[in-house]
Each structure stands twice: as structure tokens, then as C-alpha cells.
């Protein structure tokens, strides 16, 4: 495991270090979300909000069928992008002063917390998406409007 390790990190360092290190300006991104977006969605930056995602499987998705309206729910996509981004989301919602004033406006309107935290995953990697889109670090004063 320390070999393969240190083969991702070169990696990284050898090809995506300039994406890796915007990623990492957002409080929260840590080592394995960067190495885990940039080897398992190389779509990141390139679509947009929706599309990312729907491909991450953290969009709810519609379950209708006629004059049926069901309940929505997150599913499919890539499942290891989706469990890494649980748990660094966890610590952007410590940590983040973005993602920790999201996740307290949904809970105060009563949101339940795991619907909250999907929220709070889907905010987290739209904000990501940008960052790489626009070749951009993170910066709290953008995100509210200067």
C-alpha cells in the first residue's frame, strides 16, 4: 500500500499538480479528494453543475410515473467519488464557513440531517466544479456575491 501511495502522489505531482493544489484551497479538500476527483472524474470542471452531479449521483432524481409523484431520492453514479465526497464534506461542514452556513439554513428549516448533508455534497462539488472550471481557488467573498 506504501508503494502504491507513493506512486499516486508522483503521479498527481507529475500531472495534475496545479489542479490539485486549487482543489486543496477549499477547507475540506484533503490528499484523497483531490486524488480521488482527479483520477475517478476527469469530467470535473468541464460539465456543468447539473451534469457533474447527476454523474456523482448526488442530484435527486424524480421517481414519476403518470399522474404518480413519488419521492425524489440520489442514486447511481460513481459510487467511489460519492463515498469520498461524504466524508470530506463532513469536514467541509466543520471547517468551511460556505458549506457550514448551507448546512445550518437547511437544518433550521427543518431538512432531516442525511438530506442536509447530500445537499451540503452536491454545494461542495458544484463550488469544486467551478474552482477547476475557472481556474479559480476557493474564495469565501465570491461566493457571496464580493
Not at 447539473?50 to 453514479?77: M, Q
Request: hydrophobic content about 45%; charged content about 25%.
Amino acid at each position: 500500500l506504501d508503494t502504491m501511495d507513493g506512486e499516486l502522489e508522483r503521479a498527481l505531482k507529475t500531472h495534475y499538480a496545479p489542479t490539485a493544489e486549487l482543489l486543496r484551497s477549499a477547507k475540506g479538500v484533503g490528499p484523497i479528494l483531490a486524488a480521488t476527483l482527479l483520477s475517478a472524474l476527469p469530467e470535473l470542471g468541464r460539465l456543468p453543475r447539473r451534469r457533474i452531479s447527476a454523474l456523482v449521483g448526488v442530484a435527486p432524481l424524480a421517481y414519476d410515473s403518470g399522474t404518480y409523484r413519488g419521492k425524489r431520492a440520489c442514486w447511481g453514479g460513481r459510487t467511489e467519488v460519492r463515498h469520498t465526497l461524504y466524508m470530506a464534506t463532513l469536514a467541509a461542514i466543520r471547517y468551511n464557513p460556505a458549506i457550514h452556513q448551507f448546512h445550518e439554513r437547511l437544518v433550521q428549516r427543518g431538512k432531516l440531517p442525511k438530506v442536509a448533508i447530500v445537499a451540503c455534497m452536491r454545494k461542495f462539488l458544484t463550488i469544486l466544479n467551478a474552482m477547476v472550471r475557472d481556474n479559480k481557488p476557493f474564495d469565501l467573498a465570491l461566493l457571496h456575491g464580493g
